[in-house]
């Protein structure tokens, strides 16, 4: 089962359509003690950084706690900015400090000095920055639905960029965890594949776990 | 580089779509959903669903087709027409709607754009702004086009957009249906005034419309009903059209 946290952040409707259209089990847990049975959990999100202030000391505890326990985390757009140290967006709100690095805003110039829209809207492509099973079947430059104005640095965790008057993060990985900035419940089949991606590497952590308890049950 | 967007409209009234679709082997001629799925793998990068009548009856079927539309179609998808309150917007949204788009409502009660922004965020909220060239400027219409607002499109959209608008739908009623062109000054105009993406509509007749409003109009998505129906590659000999002008788009 995967845990879909709902923060009051806009809609999950779309979310849950994808994850169902793939054949995931998913819930909305309602308190921090149900993500104990959870596979996976997803950190949707849409809007402000200021609304992750929603998820309180025992959420993030209980969400780190799984994290620790070598269960996979996807946020998306604002999940995944809540996983870096913070926003600008919203300063005084932490985010999980999994990633290296704070989100800024996007520039409103280009290098040129051509005027540039915030928020960037719309298709845009990702650039690999190295080999992922996340980018399984995802053809460089495939493009991918945006719709944000504030983004993560490119690090060493970074897997796919994208530009947009700056290169920012737009896939990461760090283990277990991981952060899409575009919508992959919006980007058509590259983002279902994505998604799906990120999927088949919780049967492999849920694999992993049931060989570990076995075994730790051999005599 | 960040792609324009080609969006179809689907115009329906009692979950029917009205204008006419020629498509050759399509099955449910007039079925929205059929026909958003024929968009979807055509390559539209987005879907607009407007319930053109907006009666009570007609939500029902609204909701029902939001739904088929929104079970198997992976890309942004906008419904409009007669959304006057948080409650249509919320069942717009519970049906599968990515964002709401309001006109009429918007116009009368501009805090709407507000709290429907702080409820759902503001990429979830797009303003269509109906609007005609008038002495100094352009003129916007309230009620399909019924009404005078005694409102200035580009000063109308600038406060949509401080109220909380993700986006601005401009539809010239000078053009629309006359297969003319999109008004390029007009796109312009709003769209150079504003830091949200504005979306031309009205008068799409042949694939250099959208080469003049991408580069003129300044437009940062397009979209059009008719112009799809006539072709079934339309939507990918437009952009393949689009981008052979030098303009990006998603392929």
Not at chain 2, 211 to 224: I, K, M
Request: net charge negative; charged share 25%; glycine share 10%.
């Amino acid at each position: 089962m995967i845990a879909l946290i709902d923060y009051g952040a806009g809609n999950l409707t779309s979310v849950r359509k994808a994850l169902s259209a793939l054949g995931a089990e998913h819930r909305t847990p309602t308190m921090p003690g149900e993500l104990a049975e959870a596979q996976a959990i997803i950190v949707p999100g849409v809007g402000h950084f200021q609304a992750t202030a929603r998820l309180d000391e025992a959420w993030r505890q209980a969400i780190l706690a799984k994290v620790e326990a070598g269960c996979p985390l996807l946020g998306v757009c604002v999940g995944m900015q809540w996983l870096y140290e913070g926003s600008t967006e919203a300063p005084d709100v932490p985010g999980l400090g999994l990633l290296k690095g704070r989100c800024e805003r996007l520039p409103d110039r280009e290098a040129s000095g051509a005027r540039l829209k915030v928020p960037h809207v719309g298709w845009n492509s990702l650039e690999p920055c190295r080999k992922s099973p996340l980018l399984d079947g995802i053809e460089p430059g495939a493009q991918v639905y945006f719709t944000h104005s504030y983004a993560g640095p490119v690090t060493e965790e970074t897997e796919a960029a994208t530009e947009y008057g700056t290169r920012f993060a737009a896939l990461v990985a760090r283990g277990r965890v991981a952060g899409m900035q575009f919508h992959p419940e919006k980007s058509g089949v590259a983002g279902l594949r994505l998604l799906r991606n990120f999927l088949e590497g919780i049967s492999s952590h849920s694999d992993a776990v049931e060989t570990d308890h076995r075994l730790s049950r051999r005599p | 580089m960040l792609s324009k967007r080609i969006i179809a409209c689907l115009d329906v009234r009692n979950g029917v779509v009205v204008k006419g679709v020629q498509f050759e082997g399509l099955r449910q001629a007039g079925d929205p959903a059929a026909l958003a799925r024929r968009y979807n793998t055509e390559g539209i990068d987005e879907l607009v669903i407007l319930d053109v009548t907006a009666t009570i009856e007609s939500r029902r079927a609204l909701a029902d087709t939001i739904h088929q539309v929104a079970q198997e179609i992976f890309i942004p998808l906008t419904v409009g027409g007669g959304i006057r309150s948080e409650a249509d917007a919320d069942a717009a949204v519970e049906a599968g709607a990515d964002k709401v788009s309001l006109n009429t409502a918007a116009l009368k009660t501009p805090e709407l754009l507000t709290r429907l922004a702080s409820r759902y965020g503001s990429q979830a909220v797009v303003v269509a702004i109906d609007a005609k060239r008038a002495e100094g400027g352009y003129a916007v219409y309230a009620r399909s086009g019924q009404t005078a607002a005694s409102r200035d499109a580009v000063e109308w959209a600038r406060e949509a957009e401080s109220r909380g608008a993700g986006e601005i739908l401009l539809t010239s009623i000078d053009r629309d249906g006359t297969r003319s062109g999109f008004d390029c000054e007009m796109t312009a105009a709003v769209s150079n005034a504003v830091s949200i993406p504005v979306i031309a509509s009205g008068g799409a007749g042949g694939f250099d419309d959208f080469v003049d409003v991408f580069t003129r109009g300044c437009a940062d998505a397009a979209l059009a009903a008719s112009i799809f129906h006539y072709s079934e590659s339309a939507v990918h000999d437009l952009k393949a059209h689009l981008r052979a002008h030098g303009i990006p788009v998603r392929l």
